[in-house]
């Protein structure tokens, strides 16, 4: 039931169009004629085989985003058609080379995007930092690292090798807010060893009750390694709040 079903299901696109035909180059065989209710006449799922057959074309159908836009949803039908029937534009093999084709140009592709985002991305950093550097209250260090003294504390000092509890926010050049222990409503506990370089470097250079803004070139932050939320090459911005210091376990 569950392949008759998905059958059907991604042969929903060929309804609208059953009328005219549809264009299939190089092959004559006919697309296998569609039988009984229309599928847009379908009436909700009423057991569970129904309702399982269509969350699965609707997922399997929703997961072809990954391979951008191009996708053509009438030849997707009418591959699933012709597996059903046994027929085929290609040869096993073809499928295969064709496959492969296809993944090596969208990897390609990708590729080609990521290292434009890449390359803007740390051009308008680099310009944003020759500029900020220059205001009143912000220091640079000899790392590149930008920072600003928002509010004065009088505790304990960190070091790089500790372990903090800090409030903190990340935002984007573009004011995206990336992250921020403020918005879940918890501080959050940080091993400094394991953080990223401008990060660390900043907390080093606080003690307890003081605010900084901390201004993270790429070479310092996440470079090309970054999240996909966050983007290669971004410049990080953090407002730190540190809460306490302690030791970190050898």
């Known amino acids: 039931m569950l392949k008759k079903v998905a059958l059907v299901l991604f042969s929903a696109v060929l309804i609208v169009s059953c009328s005219r035909g549809i264009a299939v180059a190089g092959e004559s065989e006919a697309i296998p004629e569609m039988t009984g209710e229309s599928v847009y006449g379908l009436s909700e799922p ?22 951008g ?32 084709m296809y993944q090596r140009e969208r990897m390609a592709q990708a590729q080609q995007q990521f290292d434009e985002v890449s390359s803007q991305n740390e051009r308008d950093a680099e310009e944003f930092l020759k500029v900020n550097g220059q205001r009143n209250g912000v220091i640079t260090t000899e790392s590149g690292l930008q920072y600003e003294i928002m509010e004065r504390g009088d505790g304990e000092e960190a070091d790089q090798d500790s372990v903090v509890t800090v409030n903190y926010s990340l935002t984007l050049l573009d004011g995206t807010l990336a992250d921020s222990s403020y918005e ?7 091993d400094l060893r394991n953080m990223i370089e401008g990060f660390r470097e900043g907390v080093s250079l606080m003690r307890t009750g003081d605010s900084y803004r901390f201004w993270i070139p790429p070479e310092l932050g996440y470079g090309l390694n970054a999240p996909a939320s966050i983007g290669p090459n971004s410049l990080l911005i953090f407002d730190v709040e540190l809460l306490s210091v302690e030791d970190a376990d050898e």
């Not at 009423?46 to 391979?67: H, K, N, Q, R």
């Not at 997707?76 to 058609?81: E, F, W």
Request: hydrophobic residues 40%.
């Open 69 to 100: 836009d191009n996708i053509d949803y009438q030849y997707v039908a009418r591959g699933v058609l012709d597996y059903g029937s046994g027929a085929s534009f290609f040869t096993q093999d073809e499928m295969n080379g064709i496959a492969s």
């Open 184 to 190: 879940r409503g918890v501080p959050s506990v940080l």
């Open 46 to 67: 009423v057991d569970l085989d129904e309702a399982f057959s269509y969350v699965f074309g609707y997922m399997f159908a929703s997961s072809t985003g990954i391979y």
